[in-house]
Nanobody, 115 residues
Framework: VQLVESGGGSVQAGGSLRLSCAAS??????MAWFRQAPGKEREFASR???????SYTDTVTGRFTISKDFAKNTLYLQMNSLKPEDTAMYYC?????????????WGQGTQVTVS
């Protein structure tokens, strides 16, 4: 299984970025984005559940949108109205929906910096 994130970068507050996560070796609905800010623990940002519903942490609700192109096996995170507190390394994660809530597969991360 390989997850490769891209799309990070530096942006001014109020701007937008679109993160991508290309998956190989796994085909699953159950994918998520996590993030880790400097000096903080990794936290959940957004996920797609088995019924294809989307969940978000409160701090990004209304600003971020998660989606997946199943034909391309690629997960996306559209991030709008970015704030400095969104600065973090963003990680893509995947699991088999039938194997429980833990995400065993992770990408290497892509850095998002908001100034």
């Amino acid at each position: 299984v390989q997850l490769v994130e891209s799309g990070g970068g530096s942006v001014q507050a109020g701007g937008s970025l679109r993160l991508s996560c290309a998956a190989s070796g796994i085909s699953t609905r159950c994918m998520a984005w996590f993030r880790q800010a400097p000096g903080k623990e990794r936290e959940f940002a957004s996920r797609i559940d088995p019924d294809l519903s989307a969940s978000y942490t409160d701090t990004v609700t209304g600003r971020f949108t998660i989606s997946k192109d199943f034909a391309k096996n690629t997960l996306y995170l559209q991030m709008n109205s970015l704030k400095p507190e969104d600065t973090a390394m963003y990680y893509c994660a995947a699991r088999l929906c039938s194997r429980g809530p833990t995400f065993p597969y992770w990408g290497q991360g892509t850095q998002v910096t908001v100034s």
